[in-house]
């Protein structure tokens, strides 16, 4: 009798964390505006009505079925769902191809358009961060990094989540927010490095913030006012020199235009300026990058932001916004620093202190001074996450 109440009572102290908790789910949108997907289904799986949380049908398997965007609804093979959203909902631990490319956890397909819908990933945050991670860096990368770059993207990752409560979708899979390659890139090293840091993210002031990152800052990252719509300065974002990441990969960049292409990538301007005869930088921030800048033409002048001329050029052709202009012979040649926005995390930057045998704390401390690292439970909106 007593070692039966012992029981009761063990069971009872273990029963919050395993029955209540539930596993915090991320949706990443995979295509949009598609008119098919070809689905394969190896494993038992069923189809949901979102809006009711009623289960309509269950399979065992589906060796391979064409879901289609139709006038009256989503068509899954000869299946009539009457639908303009549904989800296929398989167990975590099995995975399902999408036009060839294997997934986790549940697709959900909302229709955009009479003949157009998106397609969803939804699947577990930890599960999305194995694949993500190596989407993003290189699962050769020293542990150190890549357990910084997790605690980095689940921030960012969670931030969204939060803010996005109200929408379809968290992240993209392409480079607007966060790449991701499905199952096909999971590693051994991404799953330590996401495991060895489960859960933990980074905050201000007990709050998520954007850790966003990019590939290399080219000696100073960027402070985030800079760039985006802000109220107030984010002390973690205000940008740190950087020696880490030098002569690593895209810490230089050179690239050249002959006039005419310049002429044409600037479009309206361009025609109104006539041929460039002088690109004269009017302004750096305290980073380094390119603020203002006046182009001289032939016919007229133009004073335009660094960021607008980088976007003019196109974010890989001018890499970064640390960058000279330079008219040698007939060719604009442009030479710069880093590659990305800069703000933030600067992955061959943190590669470069995991080299030096750094460890992940020092790291996430240097490229976001002042931040806290704490669990994503219990923040606002991840009450009963993990
Ligand atoms: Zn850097």
Redesign the pocket.
């Known amino acids: 009798m007593r070692w039966g109440k012992w029981i009761v009572f063990l069971a009872l102290l273990f029963l919050p964390t395993t029955v209540f908790a539930q596993e915090q789910l991320v949706r990443v949108r995979i295509l949009q505006n598609v008119p098919s997907v070809r689905l394969t289904f190896s494993e038992p799986f069923h189809l949901e009505d979102p809006k009711t949380g009623k289960i309509l049908r269950e399979w065992k398997s589906l060796p391979w079925v064409e879901v289609v965007a139709g006038e009256e609804g989503i068509r899954i093979g000869q299946l009539k769902t009457n639908l303009s959203a549904i989800i296929l909902q398989t167990d975590t631990d099995s995975y399902f191809r999408v036009n060839s490319q294997p997934y986790r956890g549940a697709l959900i397909l909302m229709k955009t358009a009479p003949d157009r819908m998106m397609v969803i990933n939804r699947l577990p945050l930890e599960r999305y961060l194995v694949g993500a991670l190596t989407s993003e860096t290189s699962s050769t990368w020293p542990i150190e990094v890549l357990k910084a770059h997790a605690v980095v993207s689940r921030t960012m990752v969670a931030h969204r989540i939060w803010l996005r409560k109200d929408q379809p979708f968290d992240v993209t899979a392409d480079t607007s927010t966060h790449l991701y390659y499905g199952v096909l890139a999971e590693r051994p090293n991404t799953q330590l490095a996401v495991r060895q840091t489960l859960g933990q993210v980074l905050t201000w002031e007990d709050e998520l913030f954007s850790t966003t990152f990019h590939a ?4 100073h ?1 960027e402070d985030a006012f800079e760039l985006w719509e802000m109220k107030k300065k984010l002390p973690p974002l205000e940008g740190v020199e ?1 020696p ?2 030098r002569g690593f990969k895209h810490y230089t960049w050179e690239t050249s235009m002959t006039p005419a292409e310049l002429m044409a990538a600037l479009k309206e301007d361009g025609a109104r300026l006539g041929a460039v005869k002088a690109i004269q930088i009017l302004e750096k921030n305290r980073s380094g990058r390119v603020r203002s800048l006046r182009i001289e033409g032939t016919q007229s002048n133009v004073v335009m932001t660094g960021e607008k001329f980088r976007d003019l050029l196109g974010f890989n052709h001018l890499r970064s916004l640390n960058f000279t202009a330079v008219l040698l012979a007939d060719k604009w040649v442009f030479k710069g620093f880093g590659w990305g926005h800069g703000v933030g995390f ?1 992955q ?2 943190g590669y470069g202190m995991a080299m030096k045998g750094m460890k992940m704390d020092p790291i996430l401390q240097h490229y976001f001074p002042g931040a806290k690292k704490r669990s994503l439970k219990g923040l606002p909106g991840f009450e009963t996450a993990y």
């Open positions: 290399n800052c080219g000696g990252t950087d880490y990441c600067c061959w930057g």
